[in-house]
Antibody, heavy 124, light 107 residues
Framework: EVQLVESGGALVQPGGSLRLSCAASGFTLSDHYIDWVRQAPGKGLEWVGRSRNKAKSYTTEYAASVRGRFTLSRDDSSNSLHLHMNSLESGDTAIYYC???????????????WGQGSLVTVSS | DIQMTQSPSAMSASVGDRVTITCRASQGIGNSLAWFQQKPGEVPKRLIYAVSSLQSGVPSRFSGSGSGTEFTLTISSLQPEDSATYYCLQKVGYPFTFGQGTKLEIK
């Protein structure tokens, strides 16, 4: 059974850093792309970033709002992926979801499997 | 960035009604559009990808259509369990962008 479990969410002060983790089970994470999507309290969905698979050298893409502050990395030994968040702002307060996309031909469609999310609160 | 604009932002309809939600892109996105449903307290669920491909397990009353910059999600006969917020997503280029959401309530 495919499962994604996020962890690491916490209350952090503005300007601080945090690392979220996404632990995968039921499949080999290195074979798959992973997207992060966030949702601020009471607000809509925002795509945060993408980590491509090992075949694509784990290259990454980011939303403009987080580019230069957030970084995605992988740990094949633990079948997990990390979202490193620096220079956090109040606008980063959200539930962060890791999600495995659907591969259809050469296209990867966001949101085939989702974790339950990890809450990040940025506040003094 | 490509902007995705959904309309309406909120609506209510009766069980059995035909419901249409529209998503407009700020530039052409080919068939790189998906639709998601999110119920309160739940994670989003993808209903449709590539404009009109129905995700496995999704009821056939849901359908998608459109091309270029205008796309629609249609629920042919609204059911009580369809009360949710619906989002479109474009993935033609980075960054991917969601619409702002359409909150659908059952009368």
């Amino acid at each position: 059974e495919v499962q994604l479990v996020e962890s690491g969410g916490a209350l952090v002060q503005p300007g601080g850093s945090l690392r979220l983790s996404c632990a995968a089970s039921g499949f080999t994470l290195s074979d798959h792309y992973i997207d992060w999507v966030r949702q601020a309290p009471g607000k809509g969905l925002e795509w945060v970033g993408r980590s491509r698979n090992k075949a694509k050298s784990y290259t990454t893409e980011y939303a403009a709002s987080v580019r230069g502050r957030f970084t995605l990395s992988r740990d094949d030994s633990s079948n997990s992926l990390h979202l490193h968040m620096n220079s956090l702002e109040s606008g980063d307060t959200a539930i962060y979801y890791c999600t495995r996309p659907l591969k259809d031909g050469s296209a990867w469609w966001v949101g085939d499997y989702w974790g339950q999310g990890s809450l990040v609160t940025v506040s003094s | 960035d490509i902007q995705m604009t959904q309309s309406p932002s909120a609506m209510s309809a009766s069980v059995g009604d035909r419901v249409t939600i529209t998503c407009r892109a700020s530039q052409g996105i080919g068939n790189s559009l998906a639709w998601f449903q999110q119920k309160p307290g739940e994670v989003p669920k993808r209903l449709i990808y590539a404009v009109s491909s129905l995700q496995s397990g999704v009821p056939s009353r849901f359908s998608g259509s459109g091309s270029g910059t205008e796309f629609t999600l249609t629920i042919s006969s609204l059911q009580p369990e369809d009360s949710a917020t619906y989002y479109c997503l474009q993935k033609v280029g980075y960054p991917f962008t969601f619409g702002q959401g359409t909150k659908l309530e059952i009368k």
